[in-house]
């Protein structure tokens, strides 16, 4: 058995035990990919429901459904932190009150702040 010498030497275990697995896992999913047998030309075409595609399917979307997007995922990431933090509220006391506060402050106040620009206006 290798000795692992220090901490370092266990961070280098583990990239090397992390390189070989991802590694591994690349060449297996090179081999066993799925093909098609024989190529369709149906395969090609857009598909929308089920229905026959009417226009071009590519199009450019406003930034702004990117920027409603981002807020979505910035208060979903948010009320990811109040679980935790409901479920040790009780052991937390006072500082854990104002730390949450404070945590919900800043983001208000930006909030606050692409509303004033007017970044969450639908035009």
Not at 1 to 17: D, K, N, R, T
Not at 67 to 94: H, N
């Amino acid at each position: 058995m290798v000795s692992v010498a220090g901490p370092w030497g266990a961070v280098f275990s583990f990239l090397l035990v992390a390189a070989v697995a991802i590694g591994g896992l690349a060449v297996l999913a090179r081999v066993f990919r799925v093909r098609a047998r024989v190529s369709s030309p149906l395969a090609r075409r857009p598909y929308e429901c089920g229905e026959d595609p009417e226009g071009v399917a590519w199009i450019q979307f406003h930034p702004r459904y990117y920027v409603i997007a981002l807020f979505f995922v910035l208060f979903d990431v948010e009320a990811v932190f109040f679980f935790p933090w409901g479920v040790a509220v009780g052991r937390l006391g006072g500082a854990g009150l104002m730390a949450m506060l404070t945590f919900v402050g800043i983001l208000m106040l930006g909030w606050w702040y692409a509303l004033r620009k007017g970044a969450l206006k639908w035009q």
